[in-house]
């Protein structure tokens, strides 16, 4: 019989804060050696293979097939029902992550950067396209993309604050994180489409004019500065901060889809019912919801206090589509849900696009 610790122990009672802090540690331990190998060799592999150069007009079919190899192997992240099989999928997930890089600098190729195409650029296009453009590492002025060489204490640091997003996304991108089926279709959702919204963004960027310059002692301590102010001390207690409850709006967004067809099979009822019971939200909470998904009262849900969130914003997104790909099929009602629900998040209809579209 296998025996928990009182430390572990003290972890799966608070679930979605430990796997937090093991995925954090574990990500940023692994970034640092896989942005070292794609920088390496991806740029033998164009040394030796100079007629796969791609240009500019190969750059949506490399988008499209790292966002396809991502959604493909997220497919079985999951495997371990529960958060915690986020944490035994760290190889899986930093695979993601080694994909994106190359991606990112497949991108820059297309785009004639081989002289600029430096490790500092890679991770500047990667974080820069995730939201998180305020590191000090790089600056956009005007019409051309400024980054830094920094010290290497500097670039771990800013990989820590990298591996933090990534498992802030992955957590908020999976409510369903809980039911073995879903849970895989979200997970390939979710890389399918982060991976797609990347690329984007990182053709955006590589069009520009890209400058390299070496950041002296004071922009390595401004960096520093910079990053540790956005990295959590293990030892501070933040402020309850008043604000929606996202967990509570997510569930009844997907109670809200189940009923879009005006019909609730028995497994569908399973489902919710799952995810309900393993939320964190109070008895009182969860009986509201069981009792709402057999209510002839149509459920309604304010999408608009996503919209200045984009990490609650993608989760939503993401379990939306993947509970209504759950029985490979994707009905008309379940879209022109998803559909109304992304605009009113402040979502393109790209955007929306590409998650419906996802494995």
């Not at 097939?65 to 930093?94: F, R």
């Not at 993601?96 to 002289?115: F, P, T, V, W």
């Not at 967990?247 to 497994?267: S, W």
């Not at 009262?297 to 989760?315: M, P, Q, R, W």
Request: include cysteine; glycine fraction near 6%; proline fraction near 4%.
């Amino acid at each position: 019989m296998t025996t928990t610790n009182p430390t572990e122990q003290a972890d799966l009672d608070k679930p979605e804060t430990g796997m937090s802090e093991k995925l954090q540690a574990q990500l940023a331990e692994k970034l640092m050696e896989i942005i070292e190998s794609v920088a390496s060799a991806r740029g033998v592999y164009y040394l030796d293979n100079p007629d796969q150069l791609p240009n500019p007009d190969n750059v949506p079919d490399i988008i499209s097939s790292y966002a396809t190899k991502n959604a493909l192997i997220s497919g079985g992240v999951s495997l371990i029902p529960g958060p915690w099989g986020m944490v035994a999928a760290i190889p899986e997930i930093s695979l993601l992550i080694h994909n994106q890089l190359m991606m990112i600098y497949d991108i820059a190729m297309a785009h004639g950067k081989k002289s600029v195409l430096t490790k500092e650029l890679l991770v500047g296009v990667l974080i820069s396209s995730m939201g998180m453009g305020a590191t000090g590492l790089i600056i956009l002025h005007g019409g051309e993309f400024i980054v830094k060489r920094v010290a290497l204490r500097v670039m771990q640091q800013i990989v820590t604050l990298l591996a933090g997003k990534v498992t802030q996304q992955m957590l908020k991108a999976m409510i369903s994180k809980w039911l073995p089926i879903v849970g895989a279709a979200a997970m390939a959702t979710w890389a399918n489409y982060s991976t797609k919204q990347i690329g984007k963004k990182a053709n955006a960027l590589l069009q520009m004019n890209v400058k390299i310059i070496d950041a002296d002692e004071n922009d390595n301590a401004l960096t520093t500065a910079v990053v540790e102010a956005a990295l959590p001390s293990p030892h501070e207690t933040k402020p309850t901060v008043s604000g929606p409850n996202f967990t509570l709006l997510k569930v009844q967004g997907l109670i809200g889809l189940l009923k879009a067809d005006k019909i609730i099979h028995p497994e569908e009822r399973g489902y919710i019912q799952t995810i309900i019971e393993k939320a964190q939200l109070s008895a009182a909470e969860k009986d509201a919801l069981t009792s709402q998904i057999d209510s002839d009262i149509k459920s309604t849900v304010d999408f608009a206090l996503y919209a200045n969130d984009n990490d609650e914003v993608i989760g939503m997104l993401v379990d939306l589509v993947a509970l209504a790909k759950r029985d490979g099929e994707f009905h008309f009602a379940e879209k022109m849900y998803i559909k109304q629900a992304g605009k009113l998040m402040g979502l393109t209809e790209s955007d929306i696009q590409d998650a419906c579209s996802s494995a």
